[in-house]
């Protein structure tokens, strides 16, 4: 295959499906339009082929895909229970942005399932994605169409810049995409729906039709949707989020240091920067303030275009959470992860006070900005469920954290991969992180190389007064440090 270019097809040309369809059953890899983004399909009962889309992508094997049907009829095939919720969704929102996942029927391979007892499935409502369905005759798995950790394509191009020397078979042009961030996926096995990925399903659209839905917080979620990594979504250059309250002056203050920024905002921010005789390097229009489904549709193609100006970095504003603005918040902070050090795992022995004070600090502290941050807590020691101590508890709510929510998590090695920088509040503690997963060194780090002073060591069975101590010595390090990362360079 030396020297062939992947070839690109407009899907209304006479017999692009035709020819689509007979590729993907001879074992072949199409990428498609579908409503959300462009998806890089191969048929789901062809392990080999499976197989090759995970190398072809650069994903983990651990991360599954999602199963595409073209009907619910064909959907309760792969699955064990098909359960009341799945029909209510399905009725709902079928064909359209909404993935859910159920225990899968015991002869799905294992590959499909990256491992785990359960299936994904979506009906797409993109009319090509369809008409593709039902030309081929079964379901197809299909990833975004782009290299495991870059932005998502919305246009058949973005396809074409990750894949561009016959990676893959062919190429689907349908014209832009409608929704411009992936399928909501939920995990529907009980009464009680749990969204693992928020995106084009808003959660106000499941509220309306199902009563028990809760919004996992994205370091739980890593549990279910077993390769979500923080650091996805991101373009070639770093990205650096600006939002809510004061989130203006900063921003303001950040271009007038760096113009070689690019800036993804919307209309009125990018109005009210060129007012104020500021001039980005570039910027990208992510559509009016009030309209965060014009945010959604742009966003991904915001992030390709900004990384291929002269520019050394990409700021990027945090809309509000109402609609699809929560999918993109999780974009954005994804995308950001890892470029500004923001995905932060905080590990102790028993994650039932220290790392679990020093994670909500480190919330709070991007909350007053408006910003999602990526963080996380863990013990090397701990057990599984356990709420906060109630002295941390009762210490946290005199100065407004609210720790009811805690529940403790052991330290396992995928979290490594998850996060950007674990830091643990004793040096044994690192040491023996570094000593165990020598592969990971560089990102593991104790308080104390950090922030200088000693160990964070456990206030438990002191006072009321040795736990105020470590919250206000977590807080004044951590405080200090956002600060810092927040002015960097300026
Ligand atoms: O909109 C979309 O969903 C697009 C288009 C092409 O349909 N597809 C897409 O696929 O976004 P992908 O592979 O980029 O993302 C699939 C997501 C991942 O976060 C994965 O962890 C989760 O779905 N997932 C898949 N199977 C799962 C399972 N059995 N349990 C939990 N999460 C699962
Ligand atoms: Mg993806």
């Known amino acids: 295959?030396?020297?062939?270019?992947?070839?690109?097809?407009?899907?209304?040309?006479?017999?692009?499906?035709?020819?689509?369809?007979?590729?993907?059953?001879?074992?072949?890899?199409?990428?498609?339009?579908?409503?959300?983004?462009?998806?890089?399909?191969?048929?789901?009962?062809?392990?080999?082929?499976?197989?090759?889309?995970?190398?072809?992508?650069?994903?983990?094997?651990?991360?599954?895909?999602?199963?595409?049907?073209?009907?619910?009829?064909?959907?309760?095939?792969?699955?064990?229970?098909?359960?009341?919720?799945?029909?209510?969704?399905?009725?709902?929102?079928?064909?359209?942005?909404?993935?859910?996942?159920?225990?899968?029927?015991?002869?799905?391979?294992?590959?499909?399932?990256?491992?785990?007892?359960?299936?994904?499935?979506?009906?797409?409502?993109?009319?090509?994605?369809?008409?593709?369905?039902?030309?081929?005759?079964?379901?197809?798995?299909?990833?975004?169409?782009?290299?495991?950790?870059?932005?998502?394509?919305?246009?058949?191009?973005?396809?074409?810049?990750?894949?561009?020397?016959?990676?893959?078979?062919?190429?689907?042009?349908?014209?832009?995409?409608?929704?411009?961030?992936?399928?909501?996926?939920?995990?529907?096995?009980?009464?009680?729906?749990?969204?693992?990925?928020?995106?084009?399903?808003?959660?106000?659209?499941?509220?309306?039709?199902?009563?028990?839905?809760?919004?996992?917080?994205?370091?739980?979620?890593?549990?279910?949707?077993?390769?979500?990594?923080?650091?996805?979504?991101?373009?070639?250059?770093?990205?650096?989020?600006?939002?809510?309250?004061?989130?203006?002056?900063?921003?303001?203050?950040?271009?007038?240091?760096?113009?070689?920024?690019?800036?993804?905002?919307?209309?009125?921010?990018?109005?009210?920067?060129?007012?104020?005789?500021c001039r980005p390097e570039a910027v990208f229009d992510a559509g009016p303030l009030s309209d965060p489904s014009a945010y959604a549709r742009r966003l991904y193609e915001g992030l390709r275009t900004l990384e291929k100006k002269d520019i050394e970095e990409i700021y990027a504003w945090v809309p509000e959470e109402e609609g699809l603005g929560l999918a993109v918040r999780d974009r954005l902070a994804r995308a950001a992860a890892g470029s500004s050090g923001e995905s932060v795992l905080f590990v102790c022995s028993g994650n039932t006070c220290r790392s679990p004070l020093a994670e909500a600090i480190w919330r709070k502290l991007g909350e007053e900005e408006g910003l999602p941050l990526a963080v996380g807590s863990a013990g090397l020691f701990a057990l599984e469920g356990r709420p906060a101590s109630a002295s941390a508890q009762a210490v946290a709510k005199e100065r407004g954290l609210d720790l009811s929510g805690h529940r403790s998590r052991p330290f396992d090695p995928s979290l490594l991969e998850a996060y950007d920088l674990i830091i643990t509040m004793e040096g044994w503690q690192a040491d023996e992180l570094r000593r165990q997963h020598p592969e990971a060194k560089g990102k593991i780090f104790s308080w104390r190389e950090i922030f200088g002073g000693g160990d964070v060591l456990d206030p438990y069975g002191s006072g009321p007064d040795a736990y105020r101590a470590t919250l206000d010595r977590l807080e004044a390090d951590l405080r200090r440090w956002w600060e810092e990362k927040r002015g960097r360079g300026e």
């Open 1 to 277: 295959m030396a020297g062939r270019m992947t070839p690109i097809r407009r899907a209304d040309e006479e017999g692009a499906l035709s020819e689509a369809a007979a590729l993907l059953k001879q074992g072949g890899l199409v990428a498609f339009p579908t409503e959300t983004v462009y998806g890089l399909g191969a048929v789901a009962r062809m392990e080999e082929a499976v197989a090759r889309l995970y190398r072809v992508k650069g994903r983990p094997p651990t991360n599954p895909v999602i199963v595409h049907v073209a009907s619910a009829e064909e959907a309760r095939r792969w699955v064990r229970h098909w359960t009341p919720a799945a029909q209510v969704l399905a009725e709902a929102f079928w064909p359209g942005p909404l993935t859910l996942v159920l225990e899968a029927a015991q002869w799905v391979p294992a590959v499909v399932r990256g491992g785990q007892p359960t299936v994904a499935l979506r009906c797409p409502r993109h009319p090509v994605a369809l008409a593709l369905l039902r030309e081929v005759g079964e379901p197809l798995v299909a990833p975004s169409a782009n290299r495991s950790g870059r932005p998502s394509p919305t246009r058949a191009q973005e396809v074409w810049e990750d894949f561009p020397s016959g990676e893959i078979d062919l190429i689907l042009d349908g014209g832009p995409v409608e929704v411009g961030v992936e399928s909501t996926v939920v995990d529907a096995r009980e009464d009680t729906l749990h969204i693992l990925r928020p995106g084009g399903v808003t959660v106000e659209d499941l509220k309306a039709v199902w009563p028990g839905v809760e919004a996992e917080p994205p370091e739980q979620r890593k549990k279910a949707s077993p390769g979500s990594r923080f650091r996805h979504y991101a373009p070639r250059v770093p990205v650096r989020l600006f939002g809510g309250e004061g989130g203006f002056q900063s921003l303001l203050k950040a271009l007038r240091r760096h113009p070689r920024r690019g800036l993804l905002a919307p209309t009125e921010i990018l109005r009210a920067v060129e007012a104020e005789g």
